[in-house]
């Protein structure tokens, strides 16, 4: 009897932490990627180079990835009425600002506006201002968009980890500082 309680509990103490780690996101799973640039040949999927692509800033202009060839890229997809991607674009500036620009550039794609619809201009410029991002950029794009994009979303927010090559690196689900801090620092160590 002793011992099925303890298989019981050994049981339940393992799919909870399966179901944790799964939620939680996986940091740091691929390691030492990297090659050169290819646009022709792109897949916003672990290991491959990015897709470049074009989307409206906060300031109203035209931002691509590709224009930050040569920095990391921590690629943010967000929603405005979501809690965790608020905190996170509260760290956006300053994480950059840790690592210099010249190293890292904190891109957020929003998704959503608070309301759950596509986000317009006004709704970048309130993300921006609201969350005191002034040196990275915010875009705006929508679900049909994020969907032909290859780009994968299981949490708010997610983010992407582009090395300076435009290879995709790493994939995290939910937001954990630390977590960005070891991509970003693996990758200057590199």
Known sequence: MKTQRILRFLAIFAITWLVLTWLMGCSGCLSNIDQSIDKDGCENSLGNVACNFAMMNQDGTTERLYDHYGKIIILDFSAMWCGPCQLAGLD?????????????????????????????LRDLQTWSEGLGIHN???????????????????????????????????????????????????????
């Open 136 to 190: 990275n950029p915010v875009l705006g794009t929508n679900r049909e968009w994020l969907r032909d994009s290859g780009y994968f979303l299981e949490a708010w927010p997610t983010f992407y980890v582009i090395t300076p090559t435009m290879v995709v690196k790493e994939y995290q689900r939910g937001y954990r500082k630390h977590d960005l801090e070891d991509a970003i620092e693996n990758l200057l160590n590199e």
């Open 92 to 120: 956006a500036d300053g994480l950059v600002e840790k690592y210099g620009e010249e190293n890292v550039v904190y891109i957020t794609v929003l998704i959503e506006n608070s309301s759950g619809h596509d986000p317009r």
